[in-house]
């Protein structure tokens, strides 16, 4: 029986990238391998523009498009290798409309707007400009006049208790919220987030049946640790996730996907 590679879905900012928006040199030539040990997905809040230039940068895929399949916008763009749209999970209009009128009356806090391709601002702050320059994001101005159709929204803001707030009016409406970062808040439609955007292109990839193992830092990521119990987290993870995972990983010492080919079911590529 052929021996099946194993799937392995990591979650970049904080995980695969560190602070200094670095992947390590070791991750860095396991991805570049023309024969890769695992199938590797990326599971990320990020658009495909700002995935595509983060691993340019450290010369990975900058001629051609990405080969992985990839888990976007905390699972509401999902992609088959080569860049391939396979589903993307809009917001209903009516929860669009509820976004648009929240964002008029809470200018104390930044928002992010994320159609398929592109990413809009409102309220931008110094705070907020950081994040966007942090997470690689290419910004234009929010406009309400506009009909737009988006699939995510980030809220920032440097006062937890603010975002707090806004958690519980978008848990009315049945929106899907989940914190990256104790300053930034995500929204996706119901139903719609990391864990299951990672099933359904396990599914339609025919992978169902590998070994699976999974890394996050984040609240974000704690749906797909829900799909294993091959979980892993980088040692400057908060307790919360590091509590999760079957591993913790130092990634700035020894990168991250080594360890995790090492596994904790010794699936070793």
């Given at each position: 029986?052929?021996?099946?590679?194993?799937v392995i879905c990591?979650?970049?900012d904080?995980t695969?990238?560190d602070?200094?928006?670095?992947?390590h040199p070791?991750?860095?030539?396991?991805?570049?391998?023309?024969?890769?040990p695992?199938?590797f997905?990326?599971c990320t809040?990020r658009l495909?523009?700002?995935?595509?230039?983060l691993?340019?940068?450290?010369?990975?895929?900058?001629?051609?498009?990405?080969?992985?399949?990839l888990?976007?916008?905390?699972?509401?763009?999902?992609y088959?290798?080569?860049e391939e749209?396979?589903?993307y999970?809009?917001f209903?209009?009516?929860?669009?409309r509820f976004?648009?009128?929240?964002?008029?009356?809470?200018p104390g806090?930044s928002?992010l707007?994320?159609?398929?391709?592109?990413t809009l601002?409102?309220?931008?702050?110094?705070?907020?400009?950081r994040?966007?320059?942090?997470?690689?994001?290419?910004?234009?101005q929010?406009t309400?006049q506009?009909?737009?159709?988006f699939?995510?929204v980030?809220?920032?803001s440097?006062?937890?208790e603010?975002?707090?707030?806004?958690a519980?009016?978008?848990?009315?409406?049945?929106?899907?919220?989940s914190y990256s970062l104790?300053?930034?808040?995500?929204?996706?439609?119901a139903?719609?987030?990391?864990?299951?955007g990672?099933?359904?292109?396990l599914?339609?990839?025919?992978?169902?049946?590998h070994p699976?193992?999974?890394?996050?830092?984040?609240g974000?990521d704690?749906?797909?640790?829900?799909?294993?119990p091959?979980t892993?987290a980088?040692?400057t993870?908060?307790?919360?996730?590091?509590?999760?995972?079957?591993?913790?990983?130092?990634?700035a010492?020894?990168?991250?996907?080594e360890?995790?080919?090492?596994?904790?079911g010794?699936?070793?590529?």
């Amino acid at each position: 029986m052929k021996t099946r590679k194993p799937v392995i879905c990591f979650d970049l900012d904080g995980t695969l990238v560190d602070e200094h928006s670095r992947i390590h040199p070791r991750d860095v030539e396991i991805l570049s391998r023309p024969d890769p040990p695992a199938v590797f997905i990326p599971c990320t809040g990020r658009l495909l523009p700002s995935v595509r230039r983060l691993f340019a940068r450290h010369g990975l895929f900058s001629d051609a498009p990405l080969p992985f399949p990839l888990v976007l916008q905390n699972g509401a763009a999902l992609y088959r290798p080569g860049e391939e749209l396979f589903a993307y999970h809009a917001f209903p209009p009516e929860v669009r409309r509820f976004f648009v009128d929240l964002i008029l009356v809470t200018p104390g806090v930044s928002f992010l707007v994320f159609t398929q391709h592109e990413t809009l601002e409102y309220w931008p702050t110094d705070f907020s400009r950081r994040l966007v320059q942090r997470f690689d994001l290419e910004v234009q101005q929010f406009t309400t006049q506009n009909e737009l159709v988006f699939s995510k929204v980030m809220a920032l803001s440097e006062y937890p208790e603010r975002l707090a707030i806004i958690a519980r009016l978008a848990a009315r409406q049945g929106i899907e919220h989940s914190y990256s970062l104790e300053t930034v808040l995500e929204f996706t439609p119901a139903g719609v987030h990391k864990g299951r955007g990672l099933g359904e292109l396990l599914a339609g990839l025919g992978l169902e049946e590998h070994p699976l193992l999974v890394a996050g830092d984040g609240g974000n990521d704690l749906s797909m640790f829900e799909l294993t119990p091959h979980t892993f987290a980088p040692l400057t993870a908060p307790e919360e996730i590091r509590s999760r995972a079957c591993r913790v990983v130092d990634v700035a010492a020894s990168g991250l996907l080594e360890p995790m080919l090492e596994g904790c079911g010794g699936f070793a590529g």
